[in-house]
């Protein structure tokens, strides 16, 4: 056990010696307690950039999946633990030691004080790790494997330790390495990253995205570089690109056509506007032409039921368009009769907002006398 003369540079962490000071020396055993609390507080602050006290700040630091200081690689399960561990025992110093000396008066002995600044200096050797820069490519590489699983949640796990610091990283180099992937199936990993990022990073990925598009000619490599991008940040496109994008994807719509039998597709990039229509700037061009569409023959009619039956009520908006909408699909469902439009029709009958239920009932009803089984069958949904 080492006594007050031992508390020196030599045998504890310099700073906390000099944040001390003579304290010890003087017998103010509970005023060194505190000051050396002091001194972890501005540790822990100079190491996370941040401002906040207590089990916050240990919390914002040292906890979570992705800690602003990292004390190992958090490999390993026992690496997590290890960190998981400090955080708790930082959280414990404020809790059981710091706060109640804050609040009340407590007078503390010298073996006690001891201890309590031998737990700190402990502590502070596990901040002051050197640990070794994270590797990025190791993780990329993860991406990449022939074992990834396509999926959300297995995305946000494989990303979940990644530091903060270096999200944008992977996103940067895997996005460099996205030749050696099946891209609708790594496009978790893609998405799980820009949930991880700060505004500033997520913006930047999209505009990498973004940089792409300005120039890709070949439908495959857009609608690959779609499948990165995330439907709500399709705003943060430059208005070029945005743009340019929008009247290729309105004008393929325009050529869209689905055979039920053969399962032949015309028009198969236009079905991207389903995923980012509703954010369209020229979100009334895409209507017309999915109205269009309804309006035509049963290879068109069917071609919007296929990609469009489950947005086109966020793609198509105001009264008058809305109407022209049900109008056309009441003819492609009851007169024309569709085949794959009256199954989706009947799918989404209960779950269309009551500013198309109310009028498609009407146009329905007035076509009934072609096909009065389907039809009541149909407005049976809607109500």
């Not at 700060?198 to 598009?213: K, S, V, Y």
Request: with cysteine.
């Amino acid at each position: 056990m080492f006594s007050k003369e031992q508390f020196t540079d030599e045998n504890f962490d310099k700073g906390l010696v000099t944040s001390v000071g003579d304290r010890l020396q003087n017998g103010m055993y509970t005023d060194a307690v505190l000051a050396g609390g002091k001194y972890l507080t501005k540790i822990l602050r100079e190491k996370g950039n941040v401002s906040s006290d207590g089990i916050q700040l240990a919390g914002e630091v040292l906890g979570g999946n992705a800690p602003l200081l990292r004390l190992n690689k958090l490999q390993t399960q026992s690496e997590k633990d290890e960190q998981k561990g400090i955080h708790q025992i930082v959280m414990g110093i404020y809790t059981g030691i710091r706060n109640p000396r804050t609040h009340d008066k407590i007078e503390d002995s010298e073996e006690y004080c001891i201890r309590v600044l031998i737990l700190i200096d402990t502590i502070l050797q596990y901040l002051n790790r050197e640990v070794e820069a994270f590797d990025v490519s190791a993780l990329v590489n993860r991406i990449y494997e022939p074992h990834f699983v396509p999926s959300r949640e297995y995305a946000q796990a494989l990303v979940s330790d990644v530091p903060k610091e270096a999200v944008f990283q992977v996103f940067e180099e895997a996005f460099s390495r996205r030749s050696e992937g099946t891209i609708s199936e790594v496009k978790y990993a893609f998405h799980a990253l820009v949930d991880m990022m700060a505004d500033d990073e997520a913006a930047l990925a999209t505009n990498m995205i973004g940089g792409e598009l300005e120039s890709a000619t070949e439908h495959g490599d857009i609608a690959n570089l779609l499948r990165l991008l995330k439907p709500s940040a399709w705003s943060a496109l430059k208005k070029n690109v945005r743009l340019r994008l929008e009247n290729m994807l309105i004008q393929e719509c325009g050529k869209g056509s689905f055979d039920v039998f053969s399962g032949q597709v015309k028009g198969r990039l236009g079905s991207w506007a389903n995923t980012f229509g509703r954010y369209f700037e020229r979100k009334d061009e895409l209507a017309a032409v999915l109205i269009s569409n309804l309006g035509q023959n049963w290879y068109t009619q069917n071609y919007v039921a296929k990609y469009f039956m489950n947005s086109i009520t966020r793609i198509i908006t105001g009264e008058d368009r809305i109407q022209e909408a049900v109008d056309a699909l009441a003819y492609a469902a009851v007169v024309n009769q569709a085949k794959l439009l009256r199954t989706k029709l009947l799918e989404i009958g209960s779950k269309l907002p009551d500013e198309w239920r109310v009028p498609l009932f009407e146009a329905v009803n007035e076509r009934r006398d072609n096909d009065e089984e389907y039809s009541l069958k149909l407005l049976g949904e809607f109500f």
